[in-house]
């Protein structure tokens, strides 16, 4: 089941540092737009995140957007 492409595109358009698609199994990904380095990983930040559903997708990523890496 194919997601119409004005709901990946407001995704796109919200989270602009992710690249976003939806795979033919219906999981959504989304990957940073750049590499992360040791030090943000070992903070928790993830290069790719993906969920079944919309709803934990969104979630994942406003997590990730909201981690700092500290000193």
């Not at 709901?7 to 989270?15: E, G, I, M, T, V």
């Not at 930040?45 to 406003?62: C, K």
């Amino acid at each position: 089941m194919a997601i119409p492409a004005h709901n990946l595109d407001a995704l796109r358009a919200d989270f602009p540092a992710w690249s976003i698609f939806r795979s033919d199994a219906g999981a959504y990904y989304g990957s940073r737009a750049v590499s992360l380095s040791d030090r943000e990983v070992d903070a928790g930040f993830r290069q790719t995140v993906s969920a079944d559903d919309l709803e934990t997708f969104v979630s994942l990523i406003q997590a990730q957007d909201q981690l700092e890496v500290r000193s």
